[in-house]
Nanobody
Framework: QVQLVESGGGLVQAGGSLRLSCAASGAVFRLTDMGWYRQVPGNQRELVATLTTSGATIYADSVKGRFTISRDNAKTTIYLQMNNLKPQDTGVYYC????????????WGPGTQVTVSS
């Protein structure tokens, strides 16, 4: 079954850290660039971190230097290490293909809530 399941969110004070995990089942997710998205109420999902199949990483300016995206060797789990969290990092975090297609856009997981208090 092809699915994405995110976990690891929670409530943390500003300056704290969290590590998000995304269990990605399905061969297609092992063969494509993957990303972490953030959504706040009223806004569209924003791509904040990308990990290419060659291992390159790309970050939004808002998280550069604080977030790190990685994946395990089996390429079934994608991680997002978030350090020095800020209240503006609050949102629901999702993983999915970094370049969305009709197929991947229909495969969003439940997401995981991250709340950063000031």
């Amino acid at each position: 079954q092809v699915q994405l399941v995110e976990s690891g969110g929670g409530l943390v004070q500003a300056g704290g850290s969290l590590r998000l995990s995304c269990a990605a089942s399905g061969a297609v997710f092992r063969l494509t660039d993957m990303g972490w998205y953030r959504q706040v109420p009223g806004n569209q999902r924003e791509l904040v971190a990308t990990l290419t199949t060659s291992g390159a990483t790309i970050y939004a300016d808002s998280v550069k230097g604080r977030f790190t995206i990685s994946r395990d060797n089996a390429k079934t789990t994608i991680y997002l290490q978030m350090n020095n969290l800020k209240p503006q990092d609050t949102g629901v975090y999702y993983c999915n293909a970094a370049t969305l297609t009709n197929w991947s856009a229909s495969r969003w997981g439940p997401g995981t809530q991250v709340t950063v208090s000031s």
